[in-house]
């Protein structure tokens, strides 16, 4: 399927690793030219030589993306002209809330809410003026159902889920479109932690959180990254300008509810 990004210049946030890098993948894959991002070095520039290799053109910027000057250093990178944005950060460590104090609250609150946000402010106006515009957020399908020991990611996240909603509303007339894609439980590194954490907390081997998470899940089955990277593309797509402000839950139909 073409997707009409040929030639258009994507910055994907946190890319060297999971889900960022799959998506990255699969816009490179559309014809993007992507500006990769990660606080790994060496495993930011594999991911950039890997994806180089099938032909595409990448550019890689270490640093930590809630870093003023790591943010200018990837719009420099895209030459300026942003067609596609794709947040994404680590999410904080698993911990009871008590254990939260003011410096993590505030270190959460500063990754996954403030850092998009302010990577948005600098491009949008940019897309505006160009009439096209795909901004795509990665979430957490704990927006939707919060868990124990995510507190902080999920409250960070819905923040900016609510912050942009109503932007979204604000630039749609102008064809740019902000979306939130909310994963579930995918076969990366952050889910090996979860498993631990559960494990931990519950008195059980890891194997045995593994199992009980897989089968809570109706699909049976983790999410590969692969899937989540074309839900990504599908997202930033010339013929998706009619999506906008939405939630996409990607979790092998793990929430139970509707809506």
Same mark, same amino acid.
């Given at each position: ?79 300026? !002209?942003? /067609? ?8 904080? #460590?698993? =911990?009871? $809330?008590? +254990?939260? %104090? ?103 081997? !890891?194997? /045995? ?8 899940? #109706?699909? =049976?089955? $983790?999410? +590969?990254? %692969? ?33």
């Amino acid at each position: 399927m073409d997707l009409g990004l040929n030639g258009r210049t994507a910055i994907v946030c946190a890319s060297s690793h999971g889900l960022g890098r799959a998506c990255a993948t699969a816009l490179a894959e559309a014809g993007c030219t992507v500006i990769l991002n990660g606080r790994d070095e060496a495993a930011l520039e594999g991911t950039a030589a890997s994806l180089r290799a099938t032909g595409a053109i990448v550019h890689a910027v270490a640093g930590d993306i809630a870093d003023e000057h790591v943010q200018q250093a990837l719009l420099d990178a895209a030459g300026g !002209v942003v /067609d596609i944005l794709v947040n994404n950060n680590g999410g904080p #460590p698993l =911990r009871d $809330f008590r +254990e939260l %104090d003011g410096t993590a609250i505030h270190a959460g609150i500063e990754a996954n809410m403030v850092a998009p946000i302010r990577l948005v402010q600098k491009v949008v106006d940019g897309m505006i003026e160009r009439r096209f515009g795909r901004i795509v957020c990665i979430t957490s399908g704990s927006v939707k159902a919060p868990v124990g020991g995510l507190d902080l990611s999920s409250g960070a996240r819905l923040g900016l889920t609510g912050f942009l909603a109503g932007v979204a509303r604000q630039v749609a007339h102008a064809n740019v479109t902000i979306n939130f894609l909310l994963p579930g439980l995918f076969a990366t590194r952050r889910l090996a932690g979860v498993h631990a954490y559960n494990a931990q907390t519950k008195g059980i081997s !890891v194997d /045995d959180a593994e199992a009980a998470a897989r089968e809570r899940i #109706p699909a =049976r089955r $983790f999410g +590969e990254p %692969d899937e989540f990277g074309a839900a990504c593309a599908f997202l930033c797509a010339a013929s998706s300008g009619f999506i906008t402000g939405q939630s996409l839950l990607i979790d092998g139909g793990g929430y139970p509810g509707v809506l």
